[in-house]
């Protein structure tokens, strides 16, 4: 398996419902990022981790949740979502943050539906 | 603080015609741009990128964009557009920013294909 996974690729949650997004990254990155994509919005940012450590959180609501137990994986666990929450949830990596030219990889996304 | 404006959020050329997308920028420093394009069910893909030095920089897929400091302009083209080339695509902007450096997007161009 090459470059960024996501898992699930799509979900369906109610709002009461925990759930958690998985991304893996196989090209030896120590930058991973959660961005969210709403339709006719930019991405957003989320949260950014350099080797495992989370370096921004940019306003995100506590009802999501970030995990890197290592460089290769992030996860983004969710509950208590709102409608208003449905998305695609992109995960990126770089070879570093910090350097303002580094190229993000992404993954497919998540498509996630909150009820 | 940075900015994109991807001017036109839909746009439709024919099979052979020239792809011109639009792209502004706002930056206080010189920036580093990108150009990242989203195929159907995919996650973003570099097309290229502006770093410094040369101001007409080539992507993939025969496409190409020019850096225009006095136009704060780096415009996505590419001579005679293929049905392939239809997708999504997003410009971003770089900043440095003493190890907190971040993309910030556009809010996306829809690029159609006519046959």
Redesign the interface.
Known sequence: ETGVTQTPRHLVMGMTNKKSLKCEQHLGHNAMYWYKQSAKKPLELMFVYSLEERVENNSVPSRFSPECPNSSHLFLHLHTLQPEDSALYLCASSQDTGQHAETQYFGPGTRLLVL | AQS?TQLG?HVSVSEGALVLLRCNYSSSVPP?L?W?VQYP??????LL?Y?TGATLVKGINGFEAEFKKSETSFHLTKPSAHMSDAAEY?CAV????F??????????TRLTIIP
């Open positions: 994109v959020s580093y990108f990242y069910n995919q996650g973003l893909q570099l990128k770093t997003f770089s900043i440095s920013n190890g907190n450096e971040k993309l910030t997007f556009g809010t996306g």
